[in-house]
């Protein structure tokens, strides 16, 4: 949950709310925030999540499989025998049709690797929740829910929470008076390809996943003290040429000590 959080978040544990006042290396430091709406708690660890690759194969499967869900008798038929051929039973080829079909009547449309769907609705407090359905995997939906969550702050001067997964995004919008009634988002979560990396660096430097990896980079330069004295590991270990090299590319403006560049470039 740590990777996901930042200082601000609001978290229920137990019938309690609690507000983080800061993140250190081995713990998180919370104050009571009675009757303020929060987050259950998580864990999924660091994981690289479903790569980009399987997210679009996972997408196409969709839109094959989707295509029979408003289509005659006849064509799924055709869909049921390519589940039977992967190994699904007729409960699970049941099942599965049944699943797209109620997104379908929901929203009208499957999200495929060539279809993204923006759905909005309220949550049982009133805020409204933004889902991105997208198929392409964590490793995509990362830095693009903090890239989504920071234009929003920017532009309407709300804290916008926000969570990826490997089927999409959802963001948190407090229940506040918007301006002409809840904005339009679909210009939000559309990213310029040429300005999509600047947008994601500037705010991968206030996230808790960068602190994590600031401080596996600096042990791994020496810079931290360690438990046991004398038993460091060495430099050669650490100090990888392509690492290195990469480092030393990074712009200047980022600063050109060793930790810090290579905690960007992971």
Known sequence: MV?????????VLGSSSWRIVDIERDRVLVVPAPGAPGRLPFWKADSLGRPAELGRAHGAF???????????????????????????DRYASDNLLAYLAE??????????EKTL???????????????LHSPYGAAVH???????AARMRERYGVDVQAQHADDGIVLRLPDVEYEGGLPELADLVVLDPDTVRAEVTDQLG?????????RECAARALLLPRRQIGRSAPRSCWRSPPA???ARSWPRRRGNAWPTCSTWTR
């Not at 990777?3 to 978290?11: A, I, L, Q, T």
């Not at 997104?103 to 495929?112: K, R």
């Not at 206030?206 to 600031?214: E, L, P, T, Y």
Request: hydrophobic fraction near 50%.
């Open 3 to 11: 990777y996901e959080s930042r200082v601000g978040d609001v978290f």
């Open 244 to 246: 290195t090299r990469t």
């Open 142 to 148: 990362a830095p693009w829910a903090l890239a989504i």
């Open 103 to 112: 997104q379908h009547d929901a929203t009208g449309v499957l999200p495929d």
């Open 62 to 88: 969709v839109r094959e499989i989707g295509a029979a869900v408003a289509s005659p008798p006849s064509v799924r038929g055709v869909a049921e025998r390519r589940l039977a051929d992967i190994g699904l």
């Open 117 to 131: 769907l923006l759905e909005r609705f309220r949550d049982e407090l009133g805020d409204w929740r933004v889902v």
């Open 206 to 214: 206030g996230s808790a996943v960068f602190a994590a990896r600031f």
